[in-house]
């Protein structure tokens, strides 16, 4: 969903992103902070998803998506709770 990314942060909705429509150098600045966001806003999910699966004793598979960096890291630690 297109939305000002200002407001949409400051309520805490990183599902929403920047506007793409904007020509040139804007433009393209926009489209890498959204790919920066999709890179992070994927694995947040689905910790939270898991960290209220095991809140429950619903214990998810192990993750075996491959991430890099710290993403990685938080991985590692939410297959170590698993």
Known sequence: MVVDISNA????RLDHCGDTKHPGFFG????EFN???????GPMIMSAEYIE??????IPEIIT??????????????????
Do not use: P, T
Not at 68 to 78: Q, S, V
């Open 9 to 12: 942060e400051i309520v805490g």
């Open 53 to 58: 699966r095991i809140s429950r004793d619903d």
């Open 35 to 41: 790919s920066a966001l999709d890179l992070m806003i």
């Open 65 to 82: 998506h491959e991430y890099r960096g710290d993403i990685n890291e938080i991985k590692n630690n939410m297959n170590f709770c698993i």
């Open 28 to 31: 393209r600045i926009i489209c």
